[in-house]
């Protein structure tokens, strides 16, 4: 079966450059979700997309941004990286309403 | 502020053993959801549990749900060395589009 794609997998950016994450959702579903997992740490709300809308936001910080495109692909864009954003990054979702959440395996990516 | 909380952190049992978690939560609920992962790996759904269901079971997974005590608890029967991973409850906050994710129980079942 068709899982959530992410990609890319792992990613290695300089402070204060700029890196796209994108995310493939399971076919038919109509809602993504984007999450932060540093080290240790439980994932972190960012956002989340319902049918090509954003629906909500948690703590996102204002350099991040993020879209859901016609395919239902969605982007997590992020400028003015710093060292606090290495992490992995998870895109989940969902084909019901208070359904179940499918994530995909995440974008580990790393600032030096 | 955290929506999920839960305990213990970490939790080291034999092989076979039985392992429970908890989870508590600050505000309603339409459901609560249990999550498993492995190491920097994705999260991987467990089960669901809604706001008018009190006991839900699935395979060696059993899961209750107090709305009056706002918590959860999350049983694994015969615990078996596959099973040392992080477990995670998510709870909606009565909205549709914002999961909250708990602190996480770190399992260790030793073979």
């Known amino acids: 079966a068709a899982g959530v794609i992410q990609s890319p997998r792992h990613l290695i950016k300089e402070k204060r450059e700029t890196a796209t994450l994108k995310c493939y959702p399971i076919?038919?579903?109509?809602?993504v979700y984007w999450y932060q997992q540093g080290p240790g740490q439980d994932p972190q709300f960012l956002i989340s997309?319902?049918?090509?809308?954003?629906?909500d936001k948690g703590s996102i910080p204002d350099r991040f941004s993020a879209q859901q495109f016609s395919d239902y692909h969605s982007e997590l864009n992020m400028s003015s990286l710093e060292l606090g954003d290495s992490a992995l990054y998870f895109c989940a979702s969902s084909y019901d309403l208070y359904g179940e959440l499918f994530f995909g395996e995440g974008s580990r990516l790393t600032v030096l | 502020s955290q929506q999920g909380e839960e305990d213990p952190q970490a939790l080291s049992i034999q092989e076979g053993e039985n392992a429970t978690m908890n989870c508590s939560y600050k505000?309603?609920?339409?459901?609560l959801q249990w999550y498993r992962q492995n190491s920097g790996r994705g999260l991987v759904h467990l089960i669901l549990i809604r706001s008018n269901e009190r006991e839900k079971h699935s395979g060696r997974l059993r899961v209750t749900l107090d709305t009056s005590k706002k918590s959860s608890s999350l049983l694994i029967t015969a615990s078996r060395a596959a099973d040392t991973a992080s477990y995670f409850c998510?709870?909606?906050?009565?909205?549709?589009?914002?999961?909250?994710f708990g602190t996480g129980t770190r399992l260790k079942v030793l073979a």
């Open positions: 505000t309603s609920i339409n459901n």
């Open positions: 076919p038919r579903h109509d809602t």
């Open positions: 998510a709870t909606d906050g009565g909205w549709a589009y914002k999961y909250i």
């Open positions: 997309f319902y049918e090509k809308m954003q629906s």
